[in-house]
Nanobody, 119 residues
Framework: VQLVESGGGFLQPGGSLRLSCAAS????????MRWYRQAPGKERELVAFITGGGGSTNYADSVKGRFTISRDNAKNTVYLQMNSLKPEDTAVYYC?????????????WGQGTQVTVSS
C-alpha cells in the first residue's frame, strides 16, 4: 500500500497550488479520502474529505470556498486544488485513505508534502 503526495511548494499569498496523491496497493474507489495538514507546533487538522465515489465532499471552515477536493478513480488519485492561499495555510499536507471493509478498519497515510505561503 502506498500513498504518494506531490505538488507542494513555496508561493506568495493569493497564489494557487494543486496537490496530488497517487494511491496504489488497494482498491482506491472503496476508500474515502481525506487531506490533512499540520503546521509547526500545531496538531494535525482535517482539511477536506471526499467519499469513495466522489459524490460527497466536506471542508474545514478555514478553507471552505478556497480549496476543492476531487478524485479520479480511474487514475487512483485524489487532488486538492488550493486557491487564494494565505500564510496560515503553510503546513505539511497529508493524504489519508480510510475504509471499513467486512468489519475491519483500514487507514493509510502518505508521507506528506510541504506547502509554504509567504511574501
Amino acid at each position: 500500500v502506498q500513498l504518494v503526495e506531490s505538488g507542494g511548494g513555496f508561493l506568495q499569498p493569493g497564489g494557487s497550488l494543486r496537490l496530488s496523491c497517487a494511491a496504489s496497493g488497494f482498491t482506491f474507489s472503496w476508500y474515502a479520502m481525506r487531506w490533512y495538514r499540520q503546521a509547526p507546533g500545531k496538531e494535525r487538522e482535517l482539511v477536506a474529505f471526499i467519499t469513495g465515489g466522489g459524490g460527497s465532499t466536506n471542508y474545514a471552515d478555514s478553507v471552505k470556498g478556497r480549496f476543492t477536493i476531487s478524485r479520479d478513480n480511474a487514475k487512483n488519485t485524489v487532488y486538492l486544488q488550493m486557491n487564494s492561499l494565505k500564510p496560515e495555510d503553510t503546513a505539511v499536507y497529508y493524504c489519508n485513505a480510510r475504509a471499513v471493509i467486512a468489519g475491519t478498519g483500514y487507514d493509510y497515510w502518505g508521507q506528506g508534502t510541504q506547502v509554504t505561503v509567504s511574501s
